[in-house]
């Protein structure tokens, strides 16, 4: 739907254009909750009258080149205990910073872009923390499949067809399809590095999409992979910046020495692990793990091994949907919740299930209250209390910026951080009136409602539409990776079963 003048280059995105949001005319600008307007003395006068609409390019242009940005009349959830939540703020963006919250800021004239957030919920960013982003190009390639046909299909047939290119395609379509649905912040575990030109790809991705990453080098496969050593590399070639929205970690396995790769180059540490809680008990008997480091699933895993995580400063992700439907255990948000630690959501893959955080809060939500409701009826002493939508956004948010080692800079909406936030659309029929905002994002809208994302304080969705993508482009690089994944395996999908 958007055009970018830049279409003929390889790569399927440009810098942020106005320009892409032309199709869009004066008419729907003036219905629409969001505007945006340069302040002057005569702004409120003119207000009052018959004030000019500025056109969505106008207004996305007064966006991306002001140096600071106000967001007026927002019912705002900050996630930040010390800050609270506010019925209508004003929220103070400078230098891609959040400068200010609270009602009524008069940040005068200078280089000032409004926005008026009535009838818009604002959240912070959420944080997938755990993606395997390549797998792109296989969204609902297995819609019956449980682990077993994953491992068949996915890791040991179609990952290893996977070129440059089709690596590129696959992560890229993830990450502007998070971004799309409201994620600002993933955590990528690659699982395609069959050659440091794979890794390349992949990391190319990541930062094409303009969203925040965490990206977790992972194995490969074949005589041209260079797993873990060509970590090496990689680092200062794309992680010599503290303040860049890509920063790096090493997805490991049980082997200590793959741990001792991620120490030796001061990264974190990303783990798959459920079941087996005699290795997590052998690593942290080996000295290896460290506070900071993530581990997966952890499904089915006993109390030692919940006191290893808790103990040492683990950090947790939990696939719930998939979990569910892939059969990988029953998802383990309550046993984290006992441990004491603070469990974060993420959407794996997309093979079965969708990757979209309002589905996943949704999970999580429903299925730790099924799970109370019957242990309950079941006359069980000492049952946990049910969770509340907060405590699920929080999951989403300010858990899995911690998870991801990014909460000091985002996760809240604190002044001091990363303006990392959504704009959620309420005044719509599927959602309105709001009652209670934290029940109506968590329990009630969907990915339709992202009505704006900031990442840094740049608009990178904008009135319903990402900026600067050119999705025609985007979406022929994601048909003819997956054609040639598919062919190469000598694998067929079935468009209709």
Excluded at 190 to 197: D, I, Y
Aim: net charge neutral; hydrophobic share 40%.
């Amino acid at each position: 739907m958007c055009e970018v003048c830049d279409s003929g280059e390889s790569l399927a995105l440009t810098v942020a254009r106005a320009d892409a949001l032309t199709w869009l005319n004066a008419e729907a600008v003036r219905k629409h909750p969001i505007s945006v307007a340069a302040p002057t003395a005569r702004t409120e006068k003119r207000a009052q009258g018959a004030q000019p609409a500025l056109s969505v390019s106008d207004e996305l242009r007064r966006i991306q080149g002001a140096r600071r940005t106000l967001i007026k009349g927002a019912i705002v959830l900050t996630l930040d205990s010390t800050i609270g939540d506010f019925p209508s703020a004003d929220i103070l963006i400078e230098h891609g910073k959040i400068k200010e919250i609270r009602p009524s800021i008069e940040a005068g004239d200078s280089d000032l872009a409004v926005i008026d957030g009535k009838n818009c919920i604002v959240v912070p960013g959420f944080v997938d923390t755990h993606s395997h982003s390549y797998q792109g190009l296989l969204r609902g390639l297995l819609p019956n499949g449980v682990h077993a046909d994953y491992d068949r299909d996915v890791q040991n047939l179609l990952t290893m067809h996977y070129s440059p290119d089709d690596a590129y395609a696959g992560v890229l379509i993830t990450a502007l399809g998070l971004l799309e649905s409201g994620t600002t912040t993933l955590v990528d575990i690659s699982q395609v590095a069959h050659s440091p030109e794979h890794s390349d790809a992949n990391i190319k991705a990541l930062q094409d999409a303009g969203g925040r990453a965490v990206f977790a080098f992972s194995r490969g496969i074949g005589p041209k992979a260079q797993y873990p050593q060509d970590l090496k590399r990689m680092l200062p070639a794309y992680f010599n910046s503290p303040d860049g929205l890509l920063t790096p970690a090493l997805a490991v396995s049980r082997d200590p020495k793959t741990y001792a790769i991620a120490r030796e180059f001061g990264v974190r540490a990303v783990l798959h692990i459920r079941v087996e809680s005699d290795s997590l008990v052998a690593l942290h008997k080996a000295g290896v793990i460290r506070d900071g480091d993530e581990f997966i699933h952890c499904a089915h895993l006993n109390q030692d091994a919940w006191n290893v995580i808790r103990d040492s400063g683990g950090r947790t992700s939990h696939s719930v949907p998939l979990e569910m439907a892939m059969g990988h255990g029953t998802p383990a948000i309550q046993e984290a919740l006992n441990n004491g630690v603070r469990p974060s959501l993420s959407g794996d893959h997309a093979t079965t299930v969708a990757m979209d955080m309002f589905g996943m809060m949704r999970a999580a939500f429903n299925m730790q209250r099924v799970t109370v409701h019957r242990r309950r009826r079941d006359g069980e002493e000492g049952v946990p209390p049910l969770v509340t939508p907060r405590q699920v956004l929080e999951f989403a948010t300010v858990n899995g910026a911690r998870v991801a080692n990014l909460d000091h800079r985002i996760g809240t909406l604190t002044p001091g951080k990363d303006a990392d936030l959504l704009m959620l659309k309420a005044d719509r029929l599927d959602v309105w009136p709001i009652n209670n905002a934290y029940a109506t994002v968590v329990n009630q809208m969907s990915a339709a409602h992202v009505e704006a994302v900031f990442v840094a304080g740049k608009a990178r969705k904008w009135r319903g539409v990402l900026t600067g993508v050119d999705q025609a482009h985007v979406l022929d690089l994601a048909a003819r990776g997956r054609d040639a994944v598919l062919a190469r395996a000598g694998y067929s999908a079935t468009l209709l079963a």
